[in-house]
């Protein structure tokens, strides 16, 4: 089993930064894909950043220059560095994560965190 725990959200002033965290419970953390999503109120769900199993870091159009994502894998954290916030990059964001054998056959995510709530104010 796999669980994952999603930290770091809060309020925060525009441009200002944040780093989320997700630490994964269980499983073999440094053979998984991982990746960040967020849903704003009253939209879907959408990809925002992450890293395959090979090592890879792939970034939503709309987030990329701007945030960073990384893992430790000695900690067993994934993070999501976040600067140059916008009031549009308000949302809860959620943490994910996935086989090797899954991402390579699919965009599916075995594992979803909690979500964690960012606010950004203008």
């Known amino acids: 089993q796999v669980q994952l725990q999603a930290c770091g959200g809060g309020l925060v002033q525009a441009g200002g930064s944040l780093r989320l965290s997700c630490a994964p419970s269980g499983g073999a953390f440094s053979s998984y894909g991982v990746g960040w999503f967020r849903q704003a109120a009253g939209k879907e769900r959408e990809f925002v950043a992450r890293l395959t199993y090979t090592g890879i870091a792939l970034y939503a159009d709309s987030v990329k220059g701007r945030f960073t994502i990384s893992r430790d894998n000695a900690a067993k954290t994934v993070y999501l560095q976040m600067n140059s916030l916008k009031p549009e990059d308000t949302a809860v964001y959620y943490c994910?994560?996935?086989?090797?054998?899954?991402?390579?056959?699919?965009?599916?995510?075995?594992?979803w965190g909690q979500g964690t709530q960012v606010t950004v104010s203008s």
């Open positions: 994910a994560a996935r086989d090797a054998v899954t991402e390579r056959a699919s965009r599916e995510w075995n594992w």
